[in-house]
């Protein structure tokens, strides 16, 4: 038994809410991947050098990314060799075997908040304008005050004009403290967030930051200052880094995610607005690029949309409809 038909037998029985956000959440990708797959499959009787050669071009459409795409089709060939497989569609079960394989990378994946032991967790969000940062602080908010947190949001990010009112507006929304400031210098608006969630005692401060890429030696500057700044008012703060990766970018996310990385700690990515691009294969190329976990994926507009990710969900979700190819072709 394949993986995907693991996941398939677990996530049947189940069919949760979340499960159901996936599968709806990833049709755009699913109906691109999944489509010309099947024609591939259709089109070959046998894996060969031809097969392998259009099979890369639709891994890469799907924005797995070159160096991602030719990794699996290395693991691919090895495959066919070692096992001797000559259908098309055994090897389709091989192919969704190693694009879990690719992402988990033998590592240990962690998907969930690293929470501070005692005190305040503060995250820091950082990305580009326009990938979303706000609104995903806002959904996040929205979360954890569901789980029973006491969340503080800091608009961190007092550049961007209308970041406060957007930051300020999602916090009446939800009903979640906030700290603002207009027109201050960031770093003193992020102390006085941090300090004012130690002294009442909030569980989780959600800071938010401009979203400049431009100018990198000031950037690492404001970045290197706000963590020293925090880092004095709660150790180990920031305990989490996020970056927000607009999905519909495709591999423009990954060229961000690495020069974040060059800048600063980032723990994880968010990946907003999986659910608007056919090319949903970027989860996967932004870990094997960068080695930065995805943890979190927009997908929907609802504020209950964005999710934790889930690695096994997410090949249920680009996967989901093959079984159903199959019965049609008996």
């Not at 979303?132 to 602080?137: C, D, E, R």
């Not at 970041?163 to 929304?173: I, P, S, Y």
């Amino acid at each position: 038994m394949g993986l995907f038909d693991k996941f398939k037998n677990i996530f049947k029985k189940e069919e949760k809410e979340e499960v159901q956000i996936y599968d709806k959440g990833l049709s755009k990708t699913r109906n691109n991947f999944l489509d010309s797959l099947m024609k591939l499959n259709k089109k070959h009787n046998k894996v060969d050098d031809e097969y392998f050669e259009e099979l890369e071009e639709i891994l890469i459409m799907a924005d797995i990314g070159v160096n991602t795409v030719m990794d699996i089709i290395d693991k691919l060939k090895a495959r066919v060799k070692k096992e001797n497989i000559q259908s098309t569609d055994k090897l389709r079960e091989i192919i969704v075997d190693e694009m879990f394989i690719i992402y988990v990378n033998n590592d240990i994946i962690v998907n969930k908040i690293n929470y501070a032991e005692s005190g305040p967790t503060v995250i820091l969000f950082v990305g580009v304008n326009g990938a979303g940062k706000t609104t995903t602080i806002g959904k996040i908010a929205y979360k954890l005050k569901n789980e029973g947190k006491k969340v503080l949001m800091v608009a961190g990010d007092t550049f961007r004009a209308g970041a406060v009112d957007q930051l300020a507006e999602w916090a009446h929304n939800i009903d979640v403290d906030i700290v603002y400031r207009e027109n201050a210098d960031p770093v003193s608006v992020m102390y006085d967030g941090v300090s004012k969630a130690k002294n009442e005692n909030y569980d989780v401060v959600l800071i938010d930051t401009a979203g400049r890429l431009q100018n990198k030696v000031n950037l690492m500057k404001e970045l290197e200052k706000v963590n020293k700044v925090i880092g004095k008012l709660i150790e180990g703060a920031p305990h989490e880094t996020l970056l927000v990766v607009d999905a519909t970018t495709g591999q423009n996310g990954i060229s961000q995610a690495k020069s974040f990385k060059e800048i600063t700690n980032i723990t994880g990515v968010v990946l907003t607005k999986l659910d608007g691009t056919a090319k949903g294969g970027i989860v996967l190329a932004i870990k094997e690029s960068t080695g930065i976990p995805v943890k979190f994926v927009g997908l929907g507009e609802r504020k209950e949309d964005l999710r934790v990710f889930d690695i096994e969900k997410y090949i249920y979700g680009l996967f989901k409809g093959m079984e159903d190819d199959d019965e049609r072709t008996c």
